[in-house]
């Protein structure tokens, strides 16, 4: 008997029995054979607890960690009080599964309703839902609701929106028979005169993102006019809540869908996951949208209680006419982000944004007055993000930056060969003028 | 018993159609709102849809269950009731004076396809 898998063979033999299977691989018949694997997994022999706590801590050492970031590019490095760790670790909230059956987990459903609640006063929608996986998946599933509810096959994105996004956009939606067009840039932000020209009566709507990936806060009111010139045609706003601190909430400019990534709302940057996706819209769609909603009621004594609602189209009678079959969400790093939200409070969330934005304007202004980065979008507004183009080349300063214990900025020219030498800075509220002399010195020298 | 109105023609569905002119007016049923019980929901469709005999153009919610409303006549959507999308329980309170949809007719002779109330009656008790 193997440690961790708790039967004999005589068992297996007994439970095969019983069933009328004469071995395990009986049990796989209904795969056809070409379909199957066969041969050893390349996952080496099983260790023990001692060698594996030594391995496993040997391939950790090989991350670089503790250094100073000045990378964002979709991932930041913000402040996460270490309260959230102590809250969101409680074995209640930590190993439940699916804890959503209101009767035995109103902890977890009272949690979603704050949530819901905060995300939708911070992004000026009416309705939140229980969270998505990520800002591109929530992004997608915004693309499809677009499309279900005007009964249109064409959507209009925008480039500021990055790769990646668009990337998974294209992933999720074109299966569905939906054409994505990406609308260009122009000086880092949308095009508004060629994406005006994009949209048409068959679109069913434009996606932006602000700020969007080069750190730029977009003109939402001027896109929020192209996306409504046809009056079926929706506007969808991908933003990072962190911003929305100081700029104006997306529902105010008369966005439609709001989404986006909130890592930035306390959730470490955890080397690339898990993170959480947010979708946020006005009542009128509230039957429409993907996922799960709670909602407020009273229990049988009268006292104040929380349900799931609203959940009918997607999960259960009538799951096949459902836009999204998405049933499950990011309850945990959901938790992390609203007890972020609960202690920050409106005041501490409106002073990260500006000293995140404060601090890269600093930055901003140092590196371009060394003579040897050039604004690659001058005169655009940006909030804690923002492009430059370098004399040297970006991937020695950053080799360079490293040896400093410095995350570097991100390498547009990776991505993006018309950025050839640009680096992609951003600057949260925990960097220090101290850190940021020390990136321009370094920088500079270079 | 349910209310049947006479003079209205009737689905299988529980849809009720009244004629006026060219114009179809449809709504569900005393009978169909019965078997639903309250409901929470009207999802409509869109003014100038065309619909066929049969197609699906909006979902009825109650706290029971979600079913799609099929058009008993073909043509094109000439009014929604909007006030349903705020008061869906009307057609609870009365089903024949709130509407759902107008449609005008495409093809008259459909109606030769739906029942008189004394047949709905009969198809009803069954």
Redesign the interface.
Known sequence: MHRYIPSTSAEQQELLKSIGANSIEDLFVDIPSNLRFKGDLNIGEGLSELELTKHIQELANKNESGLTCFMGAGAYDHFSPSVINHIALRQEFFTAYTPYQPEISQGTVTAIFEFQTMMSRLTGMEVTNASMYDGQTATAEAVALACENTKRSKIVVSAGLGKDTIEVIKTADETKGIEIIVAPLKDGATDIEATKALMGDDVAGLVVKSPNFFGIVEDLGALEAVAHSDKKSMFIVNTDPSSLGILKAPGEFGADVVVGEAQTLGIPMSFGGPYLGFLSVNKKLV?KIPGRVVGQSTDAEGNRAFVLTLQ??EQH??RY?ATSNICSNQGLIMLMATIYMSLMGEQGLKEVATQSMQKAHYAYEKLVATGKFKPMFPGKPFFKEFALVADADVKKINEELLKSGILGGYELGKDYAEYGNGVLIAVTEKRTKEEIDELVRIMEAI | MSKIVEGLFYSEDHDWVKVEGDVAIVGISDHAQHQLGEIV?V?LPEVDDELSAGDTYG?I?SVK??S?SHSPVSGKVVAINEELEDNPGAINEDPYANWVIKVELSDKAELDNLMDSKQYEGFCAE
């Open positions: 039957r009918a189209r009678i009538r006419k | 929901y999802e979902v919610e269950a979600a799609d």
